[in-house]
């Protein structure tokens, strides 16, 4: 069974930090990438992160580039993003998604992110 497990999420003040994690089992890790998404009430689901597990090759959305930082530890089948200077813009719901190809097959449960002011 696939699972995708994330947690980190917290209660953060502006300019704070949080590291989220993505546990993953079930599936062959080296073969997927793995994506951050997030969604936040009254907005689209945004693409923030992710990370190839097999060649390593990362991808930020604008809005975060500069700020979070995405990385994989093959060997625990985890994905990490490392998120500084969090501002109230990036609370949402964090969710981690697995990609063979092209399509976002497997997702979380998702983490609450809230940064106050």
């Known amino acids: 069974e696939v699972q995708l497990v994330e947690s980190g999420g917290g209660l953060v003040q502006a300019g704070g930090s949080l590291r989220l994690s993505c546990a993953a089992s079930?599936?062959?890790?080296?073969?997927?990438?793995i994506g951050w998404f997030r969604r936040s009430p009254g907005k689209e689901r945004e693409g923030v992160s992710c990370?190839?597990?097999?060649?390593?090759?990362?991808h930020y959305a604008d809005s975060v580039k500069g700020r979070f930082t995405i990385s994989s530890d093959n060997a625990k089948n985890t994905v990490y993003l490392k998120m500084n200077s969090l501002k109230p813009d990036d609370t949402a719901v964090y969710y981690c998604?697995?990609?063979?190809?092209?399509?976002?097959?497997?997702w979380g449960q998702g983490t609450q992110v809230t940064v106050s002011s």
């Open positions: 079930g599936f062959t890790f080296d073969d997927y990438a």
């Open positions: 998604s697995a990609r063979e190809v092209v399509d976002w097959n497997y």
């Open positions: 990370i190839s597990s097999s060649d390593g090759s990362t």
